[in-house]
C-alpha cells in the first residue's frame, strides 16, 4: 500500500496528513504548546484529595490535571515533573497525568523514573534474551530501559541503539535543567506527535514523508541513514506554504466536517455530536438503483458502515458511536453488516469494537478516545446561537488566508488586498511573519473574505 505523509510546519500550527492510496485517512492539527500525549510539564500541588487518592497538579493549563494514586506522596505546594498520559476529552476535563516519566525512541523507551530493563514481549525469547543482556550493560542502576519491537532490525549493528540511548539522556538533563530554571508552571517539551506519525512511517520503503521544514528534513535524513531500507523523505522548501496543494487533503478535510456526508450511491450519512456520544444516521437520499427495498437498505448500510468507520479514524473520534442504520427485515443482512464491521475495524488502527445491533436497528460501537475530535479543536461554539452551531477557530481561518493570498501571488495576481475577518483574526495576521511578503488593509467584518486592490490604493 502506498503511504505518504506530508507535514505542513506553518505559523500558528502545524498540519500533519496520511495518505492511503492517495485518500486522506489520518488528520493531526498540532497547536505550539498545545497539550499531547507524552509532553513533560512542570506541576505545582493545587490540593491532594484523599477519597481520589490523587492530587491536582497546575500545569499552566487552564484547568489542573490530576494525577492519580499520589495522596500519601504529595503534599500542597509541592513542584512536580509530570507527563501528559491522555488529553481531554471534553473541554470541561482536565489532563491526565502520570509521574512514570518516559522519553521514547524508535529502539527504546527510556525511564529516568523508573530503574531496571524491560523487554517487548512482541520479540522471540532469542531476541529478548539478547536484549535484556545487551541493555543492562549500557543501563546505570538510576535510570530503566525498555527494549523496543525494532530491536530485531539490529542485530548486526548495535550503533543506532547506543547513539538513541545517548540522545535520549542528553535530551533528559536539558528537561531537568529547564524545569530547575522554570519559575512557573508549563510545558518543559514539545508534542511528540509529529515525530510518533514519523516513526511509525520511516521503516517503510513504500512510504514517502514531505514536510517543509529544514530542520524537521535534517532530522529525519539523520534517523533514515540508519536504516537499511526506509521511507523516501522529500523537502518541498521553498514553496512549501501550499504543501498540502497537490493532494486531496483539505477538501477531503472540509467534506468530512460538514454534517452531512455524500455516498458514492447517492445516500449520505447526518453526523451529530454530543458529550456523551456520537450519532449517524443512514439515508438512502439520491439512491436510484432498482433494487427492492430491503436489497436497497442492504446495500446502503453496507457502504455506509464503510464511510462511518473511515470518518472515525479522520476526524479522530472515540467513545460511543451510534448509527441509525436503514431497516433490514432480514437476519442474514443484519448480520452481513455486523460481520462487515468488525472485519473493517479490524483493518483500522483505532480499536473499534462492534456491540451489535439493536431491536430498533441502530448499531453500537465503541472507539478508543485519543483525544479531541478534529471538529472540536479546529472549529469553535457560535457566540450568536450559543452552540447550536460551529464556526472556523481563528487560527484555522487565518491560515486560509494566507494560503489564499500565496495562490494568487502565483498565480500572478496584485500582492495588495483587502481582508474582510473577524478581529481575532486580524490580530494572528498582524503577527505572522508570512504575511509580510503582501500588501494589506484589515477591515472588521463576519466570515473571512479577500478582494486584490491596485497596488496604488492606499
Known sequence: MKRQLVIDAGTYETRIALLEENTLVEYIPVLPNAPAPGMLYRGKVLRVDSSLDGAFIDIGEALPGFLPHAGKRMKQGDLRLVEVKAVPTTPTKGLQLTDDLRLTGQYLVYCPSRPGVHVSRKL????????????????????????????????????????????????????????????????????????????????????????????????????????????????????????????????????????????????????????????????????????????????????????????????RIGGIILVDLIDMKNPDHQAAVLDAVREFGRREPGEVHAE?????????????????????????????????????????TEGEIRRSIARRQLSGQSSKYRILCSKEVQSLIRQDPLMNSCSYVLETGGDYTIESLPVSDK
Open 356 to 396: 451489535g445491533i439493536t431491536s430498533l436497528g441502530i448499531l453500537q460501537l465503541t472507539r478508543k478516545r485519543t483525544g479531541l475530535p478534529i471538529s472540536s479543536v479546529m472549529q469553535e461554539m457560535c457566540r450568536s446561537c450559543q452552540g447550536s452551531g460551529r464556526h472556523r477557530a481563528p487560527w484555522v
Open 124 to 315: 522471540t525469547l532469542q531476541d529478548q534474551t539478547e536484549a535484556a543482556a545487551y541493555a543492562e550493560k549500557q543501563c546505570t542502576q538510576e535510570e530503566g530501559l525498555i527494549v523496543r519491537t525494532d530491536w530485531c532490525r539490529l542485530r548486526n549493528d548495535r550503533t543506532p541503539f547506543d547513539a538513541e540511548l545517548k540522545r535520549l539522556r542528553m535530551e533528559w538533563q536539558s528537561i531537568c535543567q529547564r524545569f530547575a530554571a522554570s519559575l512557573q508552571p508549563g510545558p518543559l517539551t514539545e508534542s511528540p506527535e509529529i515525530r510518533g506519525m514519523c516513526r511509525q512511517l520511516l521503516m517503510d520503503p513504500d512510504a514517502e514523508i514531505i514536510v517543509n521544514s529544514s530542520e524537521l528534513f535534517c532530522q529525519l535524513s539523520t534517523e533514515r541513514e540508519a536504516l537499511i531500507s526506509g521511507a523516501l523523505i522529500r523537502n518541498a522548501c521553498p514553496d512549501g506554504t501550499l504543501i498540502f496543494d497537490p493532494y486531496p487533503i483539505e477538501s477531503a478535510l472540509e467534506r468530512a466536517l460538514r454534517k452531512k456526508i455524500w455516498l458514492r450511491s447517492g445516500g449520505f450519512l447526518s453526523v451529530d455530536y454530543t458529550e456523551a456520544f456520537t450519532v449517524y444516521d443512514v439515508n438512502s437520499g439520491k439512491d436510484t438503483r432498482k433494487l427492492s427495498p430491503e436489497e436497497k437498505a442492504f446495500a446502503v448500510n453496507m457502504e455506509a458502515v464503510q464511510a462511518v468507520l473511515a470518518h472515525l479514524r479522520l476526524c
